[in-house]
């Protein structure tokens, strides 16, 4: 991807609205039960968890946001020590500036920064069809990175001027993928979400953990569309294109994968709401990059530290003492999430 693109979606997803607009996460309408009777004190709850073979003291990812431009060395630099400081995975962003120029690895070698935590390497799906596999292994090597996002993003691509419109290799070319890197690949949407029919397919070219990164946060179509110079104030029916992500994790719950909640999470109350629908841990990307862009690592690691409080006080409420039984709290299902899951069960 050329810099000047990598540069412009920073500076459109920092300062402009770039979330759908009547689309939600629907998380809405996932109504937890609340205990008045909690029997917990809150300085017992714990939020541990593990991930990709580590610890987390907290079930929650930053997932990619980017690599690659002179910006990007202090932005994942920041990242990289606020979820060292807070115990949380870090993603890295798309690693293809690296493919090109692997002199560009400044910006993603954080691993000095973030000694304990899981770390994801990012490329698209598209680029890694088009490249020697062995090329995508050393990308995770090299930044001794404990896995690899492969994301996914049609919809992107169908909206930019110069996109991809081929997406036929997809399959052989993650089936390659997960021979070379076993139990370290994890397939991620970047905010269109993942059905149950895509995530069987996941499952069976040997796929390992899935971010859903459905719809109702950043929408990359709308993206693509500010930057071709688009009204703000208008609307295109692909901006509100995808599966909102609490059908998301609905659709992908049963299939036994590990799995990140992610596209519009923005509280802790957000987070709990991913876990009860089976996530393992839930990811943000705009608010942690609008964080930094306010206020550096400081603001980055206040925005995580909230986002941390609040879920410690959800726990309390619905009488969770720690992430399992959270996972086994039984939500009340409402609206169209209610309908979406009644339609769905006919099939
Ligand atoms: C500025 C920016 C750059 C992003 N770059 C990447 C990327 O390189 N690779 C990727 O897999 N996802 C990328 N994403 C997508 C996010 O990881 C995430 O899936 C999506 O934004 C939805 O989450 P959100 O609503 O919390 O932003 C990017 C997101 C933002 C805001």
Redesign the pocket.
């Known amino acids: 991807m050329s810099q000047g693109r990598k540069a412009d979606?920073?500076r459109i997803?920092a300062e402009m609205d770039v979330e759908f607009r009547r689309q939600s996460t629907w998380l809405e309408h996932v109504r937890l039960v609340h205990a008045a009777l909690a029997e917990v004190s809150r300085d017992e709850i714990s939020t541990e968890t593990r991930f990709l073979g580590r610890r987390l003291r907290a079930p929650l990812m930053i997932?990619?946001?980017?690599g690659g431009l002179r910006e990007a060395q202090a932005l994942n630099r920041d990242l990289a020590r606020a979820a060292q400081e807070l115990g949380l995975a870090f993603?890295l962003?798309?690693q293809r500036p690296m493919l090109e120029d692997p002199g560009l690895i400044g910006s993603y070698a954080v691993r000095r920064y973030a000694p304990d935590i899981p770390i994801l390497g990012?490329i698209g799906l598209q680029q890694a069809a088009h490249s020697d596999l062995l090329d995508i292994v050393k990308l995770v090597q090299s930044v001794a990175a404990d896995g690899l996002?492969v994301?996914l993003n049609p919809a992107q691509e169908l909206t930019q001027r110069e996109g991809d419109t081929d997406f036929s290799a997809g399959i052989k070319t993650l089936r390659g993928l997960t021979k070379r890197l076993p139990h370290r690949i994890l397939v991620?949407?970047?905010?269109c979400g993942i059905s149950r029919d895509t995530a069987r397919i996941l499952r069976s070219a040997g796929v390992d953990y899935l971010d859903v990164?459905g719809a109702g946060?950043?929408s990359w179509p709308r993206v693509e569309n500010l930057r071709k110079g688009a009204d703000p104030a208008g609307r295109t029916w692909i901006d509100e294109w995808g599966i909102p992500t609490a059908a998301s994790l609905w659709e992908v719950a049963p299939l036994g994968l590990q799995i990140v909640g992610?596209?519009?999470?923005r509280s802790g109350l957000d987070v709990a709401k991913c876990l009860v629908l089976g996530a393992d841990a839930a990811?943000?990307?705009?608010?942690v990059?609008r964080a930094w862009r306010r206020g550096g690592y400081g603001a980055v690691l206040s925005c995580l530290q909230d986002v941390i409080a609040e879920l410690k006080t959800v726990m309390l409420l619905v009488g969770a003492r720690d992430i399992p039984a959270l996972k086994k709290h039984r939500p009340v299902i409402t609206g169209q999430l209610r309908e979406w899951i009644d339609n769905r069960s006919r099939k």
Do not use: D, F, Q, V
């Open positions: 979606h920073l997803c997932t990619a946001i980017s993603g962003g798309s990012n996002a994301h991620k949407e970047t905010g990164a946060g950043t992610s596209g519009g999470i990811g943000m990307a705009l608010p990059l």
